[in-house]
């Protein structure tokens, strides 16, 4: 089994940052694509940011310029640092990771348990 424990949510007045991290153990093999999702009080779960194995990102069009996406292969962990936090940020945000538990390489999606970001002054 694979477990993600996230931690670094908060609450922080407009224009003030937060880094998230979103660490992986368990059985772990490999891990492939790593996302940071996030879901507001009556809306939708949406993709925040997604970094590939090899480092290439991609972000959701409100976030681009004030959020950057990484990992570190070596401690299985996700990170996202927000910068310039806007109170429609506000939400609870959950990492993905796709984790192949052997050398198989069948990966499957696992979800961190959530955590609470609020922006507000």
């Known amino acids: 089994q694979v477990q993600l424990v996230e931690s670094g949510g908060g609450l922080v007045r407009p224009g003030g940052s937060l880094r998230l991290s979103c660490a992986a153990s368990?059985?772990?093999?490999?891990?492939?694509?790593m996302g940071w999702y996030r879901q507001a009080p009556g809306k939708e779960r949406e993709l925040v940011a997604i970094?590939?194995?090899?480092?290439?990102?991609d972000y959701a069009e409100s976030v681009e310029g004030r959020f950057t996406v990484s990992r570190d292969n070596v401690k299985k962990t996700l990170y996202l640092q927000m910068n310039k936090l806007k109170p429609e940020d506000t939400a609870v945000y959950y990492c993905?990771?796709?984790?192949?538990?052997?050398?198989?390489?069948?990966?499957?999606?696992?979800w961190g348990q959530g955590t609470q970001v609020t922006v507000s002054s």
């Open positions: 993905n990771q796709e984790v192949a538990a052997d050398s198989s390489r069948r990966y499957r999606a696992y």
């Open positions: 368990g059985t772990i093999f490999s891990i492939n694509v």
């Open positions: 970094i590939l194995r090899g480092g290439s990102t």
